[in-house]
């Protein structure tokens, strides 16, 4: 497991683009046969990836890694599955995994298996957790049972659907929110008038790019801009001090998964757009 070291909103302004992106990108997720972990120091977030093949991989701690017998001794994971079908089992019940569906595991379990139906057309199974002090029920949630709300339009090229799968209305979870949001055709920019919380960090991981296609991804404090490219695949944290919005150069969609004080999905902070520097 990799560790991302935090750093803060002074030191950030005078890091250069290689610096920025070693702080804050997560990059080589999705390694076919393999499991991908993350460790972050903000919010101790752990942000991975499995893509199994043809045997299943397990999700699991050592001691070296999260000092636990188990991943989930003492933390909650969302799991949302980007590629073809599979099935994640959970401490022996199995739960099939279509393209878009989200997976909630709970604090307790011992096991985690994740398969794919087909190794020529393999589950890519995308993993954020946080700590938790609660125990809550293992749920799938299909992308046709997540609650989709509708925003932007064509006008400002930011018309797009925000599906939410663990919140407070849908999935139950300790302190973990996540879903993920699919931008119409010729729609490009995501959340923007841009935003910052105090209270919860978050990740994104962008997917669904087409060939050659980027994703300039707007962090830092909203007078003190910076960017990171951002390519399939790749995922970027976002402290409590940063803005998180990005412009593609083409449509694409991106997973979003929060961690912090509370569930709050509309608590923010917006930043109006001529205050942004």
Same mark, same amino acid.
């Given at each position: 497991?990799?560790?991302?070291?935090?750093?803060?909103?002074?030191?950030?302004?005078?890091?250069?683009?290689? =610096?920025?992106?070693?702080?804050?990108?997560?990059?080589?997720?999705?390694?076919?046969?393999?499991?991908? !972990?993350?460790?972050? =120091?903000?919010?101790?977030?752990?942000?991975?990836?499995?893509?199994?093949?043809?045997?299943?991989?397990?999700?699991?701690?050592?001691? =070296?890694?999260?000092?636990?017998?188990?991943?989930?001794?003492?933390?909650?994971?969302?799991? !949302?599955?980007?590629?073809?079908?599979?099935?994640?089992?959970?401490?022996?019940?199995?739960?099939?995994?279509?393209? !878009?569906?989200?997976?909630?595991?709970?604090?307790?379990?011992?096991?985690?298996?994740?398969?794919?139906?087909? &190794?020529?057309? #393999?589950?890519?199974?995308?993993?954020?957790?946080?700590?938790?002090?609660?125990?809550?029920?293992? %749920?799938?949630?299909?992308?046709?049972?997540?609650?989709?709300?509708?925003?932007?339009?064509?006008?400002?090229?930011?018309?797009?659907?925000?599906?939410?799968?663990?919140?407070?209305?849908?999935?139950?979870?300790?302190?973990? %929110?996540?879903?993920?949001?699919?931008?119409?055709?010729?729609?490009?920019?995501?959340?923007? #008038?841009?935003?910052?919380?105090?209270?919860?960090?978050?990740?994104?991981?962008?997917?669904? !790019?087409?060939?050659? +296609?980027? %994703?300039?991804?707007?962090?830092?404090? #909203?007078?003190?801009?910076?960017?990171?490219?951002?390519?399939?695949?790749? &995922?970027?944290?976002?402290?409590?001090? +940063?803005?998180?919005?990005?412009?593609?150069?083409?449509?694409?969609?991106?997973?979003?998964?929060?961690?912090? =004080?509370?569930?709050?999905?509309?608590?923010?902070?917006?930043?109006? %757009?001529?205050?942004?520097?």
């Amino acid at each position: 497991m990799k560790t991302k070291y935090a750093t803060d909103n002074i030191r950030y302004r005078r890091m250069t683009t290689g =610096e920025l992106r070693e702080a804050f990108l997560v990059k080589d997720l999705f390694d076919e046969g393999a499991v991908v !972990l993350t460790y972050s =120091e903000v919010d101790r977030a752990v942000i991975g990836s499995a893509v199994p093949l043809g045997s299943p991989l397990e999700l699991k701690a050592t001691k =070296e890694t999260l000092a636990a017998d188990h991943f989930c001794d003492r933390r909650e994971v969302g799991i !949302l599955n980007i590629g073809g079908k599979g099935t994640i089992t959970v401490d022996g019940t199995a739960h099939e995994m279509a393209s !878009l569906d989200c997976l909630y595991v709970g604090r307790g379990t011992k096991d985690i298996q994740m398969s794919s139906a087909d &190794a020529r057309s #393999p589950a890519k199974y995308y993993i954020l957790s946080y700590p938790a002090h609660a125990e809550y029920p293992t %749920v799938r949630v299909k992308q046709a049972e997540a609650n989709a709300v509708h925003l932007g339009s064509s006008a400002t090229c930011n018309e797009r659907t925000i599906y939410q799968y663990i919140h407070t209305g849908g999935a139950q979870s300790c302190q973990l %929110v996540m879903g993920f949001t699919l931008l119409k055709e010729g729609s490009v920019w995501n959340t923007f #008038p841009c935003h910052t919380h105090q209270r919860r960090s978050e990740v994104y991981m962008y997917f669904n !790019l087409a060939r050659d +296609s980027i %994703v300039f991804h707007m962090m830092g404090e #909203p007078q003190e801009t910076r960017h990171l490219v951002m390519h399939e695949g790749d &995922a970027v944290i976002s402290p409590i001090w +940063s803005i998180h919005s990005g412009a593609g150069t083409g449509s694409y969609c991106f997973c979003w998964g929060m961690g912090g =004080e509370n569930q709050a999905f509309d608590d923010m902070d917006p930043v109006a %757009v001529g205050d942004v520097r």
